[in-house]
Each structure stands twice: as structure tokens, then as C-alpha cells.
């Protein structure tokens, strides 16, 4: 079982930025991609960013330049910086993590963890 826990969500201004982490932990032997995603108020589930565990990275157009996502692979833990924030970025954020766990690939989600961004 793994377990995702999300942190450094909240209320910012628009311009304003946050800083999300998201720990990893349970019974697994490794962690292999790891990203963000995000779902906006009536919206679907959509891709931010993610990262290899060689630290390979890949975003969404409109968080290019923007966000920035990296990894502790020693911690666990990823992490997702967020600059210049727009209103349209208000969205429930959710880590996603591909973990081994006795050497059967898995995929897990974390709760979840809410960024408002008012104008």
C-alpha cells in the first residue's frame, strides 16, 4: 500500500505563488514518474507536470515558464512551485506517483490538496 500525502495548498492573490509537496510513503522498492495534476471547479482532471526519477520533466502548455516541478528522490517527495498564479488556476491539486511494489508497477493518487486563486 502506498500512501501520497499532498501539502501547501491554500488562498493566494493572483501573481502570488505556493510551493506544494507531496511525501511518499508505505511498501514499495522505488518510485518511478511522479507528477501533478489538476482538476478545476466543474472541470476534468487535467495534467500539470511531471518528472522522471532521472528528473526528466515535461508540462502542460500554460504552466510552461510558470511552474516548476522537482523531486527528493532520498525524501520521497515531489514538489511543485507556483509562480505567477492566475485565477484560472484554481483547482484541487492531486500528486500521482508510479511506484514498484514487489516488482508489480502501481499507480497511486494522494487526496488531494486545494489552491484558490482570487483576483
Known amino acids: 500500500q502506498v500512501q501520497l500525502v499532498e501539502s501547501g495548498g491554500g488562498l493566494v492573490q493572483a501573481g502570488g505563488s505556493l510551493r506544494l509537496s507531496c511525501a511518499a510513503s508505505?511498501?514499495?522498492?522505488?518510485?518511478?514518474?511522479m507528477g501533478w495534476y489538476r482538476q478545476p471547479p466543474g472541470k476534468q482532471r487535467e495534467m500539470v507536470a511531471t518528472?522522471?526519477?532521472?528528473?526528466?520533466?515535461n508540462y502542460a502548455d500554460s504552466m510552461k515558464g510558470r511552474f516548476t516541478i522537482s523531486r527528493d528522490n532520498a525524501k520521497n517527495t515531489v514538489y511543485l512551485q507556483m509562480n505567477s498564479l492566475r485565477p484560472e488556476d484554481t483547482a484541487v491539486y492531486y500528486c500521482?506517483?508510479?511506484?514498484?511494489?514487489?516488482?508489480?508497477?502501481?499507480?497511486?493518487w494522494g487526496q488531494g490538496t486545494l489552491v484558490t486563486v482570487s483576483s
Open positions: 518528472i522522471t526519477r532521472a528528473g526528466n520533466t
Open positions: 500521482n506517483a508510479w511506484t514498484v511494489v514487489v516488482g508489480i508497477t502501481t499507480n497511486a
Open positions: 508505505g511498501r514499495f522498492s522505488s518510485i518511478n514518474a
